[in-house]
């Protein structure tokens, strides 16, 4: 039984994801808005945007996605 919690493959741009630190394959997910303080500063057209996060289970790096 899977839950969206659960570490999984996926695919960006029709490529398998794959950590660039530790070659892994299972990424946990993340959906993060983007409109901080800072970035509204420096008048970043994205501010207000929402970012998938796909972090690695085995080594905890965090890959970014403007979608
Ligand atoms: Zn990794």
């Given at each position: 039984?899977?839950?969206?919690?659960?570490?999984?493959?996926?695919?960006?741009?029709?490529?398998?994801?794959?950590?660039?630190?530790?070659?892994?394959?299972?990424?946990?997910?993340?959906r993060?808005?983007?409109?901080?303080?800072?970035?509204?500063?420096?008048?970043?057209?994205?501010?207000?945007?929402?970012?998938?996060?796909?972090?690695?289970e085995?080594?905890?790096?965090v890959?970014?996605?403007?979608?």
């Amino acid at each position: 039984m899977s839950t969206s919690n659960e570490p999984r493959e996926h695919s960006v741009q029709g490529k398998m994801l794959e950590c660039p630190i530790c070659n892994h394959k299972r990424f946990y997910t993340r959906r993060t808005l983007m409109n901080t303080p800072a970035m509204t500063f420096f008048g970043i057209e994205w501010a207000n945007k929402e970012a998938t996060n796909y972090i690695c289970e085995h080594c905890g790096y965090v890959m970014w996605f403007m979608t």
